[in-house]
């Protein structure tokens, strides 16, 4: 009796641990599966957003750049033509001038001193050709009644015209006087700009040997360059069509202020250098050019139709050469070779690679590569 109750205790012990041990199992499953059903989902693979712009059709212009060098039309040095001294500088060193505008005054005491001696001379052959003149009237009287001989006649009349050729001469010296008088100041031949003086106030100059000043011409103004021969055919097409337009660009501009044309080309190429001088005349109203100063040309030589433009930043270079990154199929990258043409502000011509609508990338080009997921950005409107 004894032994039935230990084995009947034993059971109900074991039954009872048996049915602890399934219930803290299914409390384990539960809290497992209550963590599983918490957790976040897995991020998606990030994708780089890109600026793009579509490749548009359009008509550029054809230029042909050269380095040039400005000239003057006329540069001259100024000196007197009569001497004398220098009394006065009526125009400031550097000055802008007009023609005709007085520059230098020479002392005009000499000057005028034999202008009014000639004028005297000139009085005084002018009452002796008076009387000579109404001597032979009374000659020519006194010839024909008879009171008079040939020889005398002969005389009066000789005398006339001494008289007269003195008077010419005399006059012909007033004349000179007056020039001279005049050289006494000098004027601005031309409109220009006035350089550094050379003499100053109270210097004895003479003739052809006293440098003054030199004035320069600034409008318009020469640009002179040299093509190189192979540049020669295309130019001589355009200027054959109509006159060439020539833009100046001085150092650090993009954009040029001044134009002008093409107006002359050498009759010989250098052989030396496989180049010709050719030469275009240039507006400088507000004398922005000045004589020998380094600029660069452009030459509109013609108009390119249907030209594949995109932004020059959109260019990529490696080893096999300037690429661009296209947006492809299913907004991935997709890298395409392309040859390039002419410029047109920020945007490059495309002969070959690309077509006509397709979305170049334009920006972040250095945090993508061929294959690449992408999300392109919208278009901003073209300016």
Excluded at 193 to 203: D, E, H, K, M, Y
Excluded at 223 to 247: K, Y
Excluded at 254 to 274: R, V
Aim: charge should be neutral; charged fraction near 20%.
């Amino acid at each position: 009796m004894r032994k039935w109750k230990i084995a009947l205790g034993t059971a109900v012990a074991l039954g009872a641990i048996s049915v602890a041990s399934v219930h803290l199992l299914d409390m384990g499953n539960l809290s497992l599966n209550a963590g599983t059903a918490g957790a976040a989902p897995a991020p998606a693979a990030f994708v780089m957003p890109v600026p793009v712009a579509s490749v548009v059709k359009k008509t550029i212009p054809i230029y042909l750049d050269y380095a040039a060098r400005t000239e003057p039309i006329r540069s001259i040095t100024l000196q007197a033509r009569v001497p004398g001294y220098l009394q006065e500088q009526t125009a400031q060193d550097g000055a802008d001038v007009r023609q005709g505008d007085t520059l230098y005054k020479i002392s005009p005491d000499d000057f005028q001193a034999a202008l009014d001696q000639a004028k005297a001379q000139v009085q005084r052959d002018t009452a002796t050709l008076d009387y000579a003149r109404s001597n032979l009237g009374r000659g020519t009287e006194l010839a024909k009644s008879g009171y008079l001989d040939k020889d005398s006649f002969d005389q009066r009349t000789s005398t006339l015209r001494e008289a007269q050729a003195s008077l010419a001469l005399n006059q012909a010296a007033v004349r000179t006087a007056e020039l001279n008088l005049s050289y006494a100041e000098i004027h601005a031949p031309f409109p220009g700009r006035l350089g550094r003086n050379q003499a100053s106030v109270g210097t004895l100059v003479s003739v052809a040997g006293t440098v003054l000043n030199t004035l320069v011409q600034l409008d318009p103004i020469y640009v002179t360059f040299n093509p190189s021969e192979t540049d020669l055919a295309q130019i001589e097409e355009a200027r054959a069509a109509g006159p060439i337009e020539v833009e100046v660009l001085l150092p650090g501009e993009t954009e040029a202020h001044q134009k002008g044309e093409l107006t002359f080309i050498d009759n010989t190429i250098d052989h030396s250098t496989g180049t010709i001088t050719t030469r275009a005349t240039i507006g400088n109203a507000k004398f922005t050019l000045l004589p020998g100063q380094y600029v660069r040309v452009r030459l509109h030589v013609k108009q390119q139709p249907d030209a594949l433009m995109v932004p020059q930043v959109a260019l990529g270079s490696s080893q096999l050469g300037k690429y661009l990154y296209v947006v492809g199929k299913g907004n991935t990258v997709d890298q395409r070779l392309v040859s390039l043409g002419p410029t047109s502000g920020d945007m490059v011509a495309i002969l070959s690679g690309v077509a006509e609508g397709d979305q170049v990338i334009t920006g972040n080009l250095q945090k993508i590569g061929p294959g690449m997921p992408i999300s392109p950005l919208p278009q901003k409107p073209a300016t």
